[in-house]
């Protein structure tokens, strides 16, 4: 079954706009990473955040994660045409576990 | 230097044939992960190799299905008697570490598979 879960399944913006992503999961983690796919081939990995961890920045890139809530957002300030992608979010289990990815956000940011 | 590599790049095969995909990981990377991509769905986790062992097999969907790894380093992914089911993108990772240190992965490019 799927662990994370990303909202919106969709999301189309402008250029210049921010772009916030959500993922929601069931179990405890020991961290939580976002990754980026463009054209349905390989991803990219762009921010891992541990589970002691409340926010981090990278760039243009802030991630939030709540685990009382099991919920993590991704935001995307001053988004632009090149950033139009699917986005990941990927979840540990917690000790021993593989990765399970959610089924993404696509964005869309139009010139 | 060298990113995860896959091939082929895509393959088309008939329904019942068999088929072999490569994986060959960043060097010094000792975890490597094997996915499927169905369209327009997220990553479906088949099988995890640290070194040459497979601790985690959890994800073969069939006994169609099998891995291996040899010297640490190159994988294949070994599909019998195909079904169009299992017409997907099989994405490969490597990790400089295993799971339970949460290591960055890094994907190759994928290999498309079609079965008619």
């Known amino acids: 079954s799927q662990q994370g879960e990303e909202d919106p399944q969709a999301l189309s913006i402008q250029e210049g706009e921010n772009a916030t992503m959500n993922c929601s999961y069931k179990t405890s983690i020991n961290n939580l990473q976002w990754y980026r796919q463009n054209s349905g081939r390989g991803l990219v990995h762009l921010i891992l955040?541990?589970?002691?961890?409340r926010e981090k920045h990278s760039g243009r890139l802030r991630v939030t994660l709540d685990t009382s809530k099991k919920s993590s957002s991704l935001l995307i300030t001053a988004s632009r045409a090149a950033d139009t992608a699917s986005y990941f979010c990927?979840?540990?289990?917690?000790?021993?576990?593989?990765?399970?990815f959610g089924k993404g956000t696509m964005l869309l940011v139009s010139p | 230097g060298a990113g995860v590599s896959q091939s082929p790049s895509n393959k088309v095969t008939e329904k019942g044939k068999d088929v072999e995909l490569r994986c060959d990981p960043i060097?010094?990377?000792?975890?490597l992960y094997w996915y499927r991509q169905s369209l327009g769905q997220g990553l479906e986790f088949l099988i995890y190799?640290?070194?040459?062992?497979?601790?985690?097999k959890s994800g073969l969907p069939s006994d169609r299905f099998s891995a291996e790894r040899t010297g640490g380093s190159v994988s294949t992914l070994t599909i019998q008697r195909t079904q169009q089911e299992d017409s997907a993108v099989y994405l490969c990772?490597?990790?400089?570490?295993?799971?339970?240190?949460?290591?960055?992965?890094?994907f190759g490019p994928g290999t498309r598979l079609t079965v008619l």
């Open positions: 060097s010094g990377h000792t975890a």
């Open positions: 190799f640290q070194g040459n062992s497979a601790p985690d």
């Open positions: 955040i541990r589970s002691n961890e």
């Open positions: 990772a490597s990790s400089y570490r295993g799971l339970i240190q949460g290591n960055e992965q890094f």
């Open positions: 990927a979840t540990d289990g917690g000790g021993y576990s593989t990765l399970t």
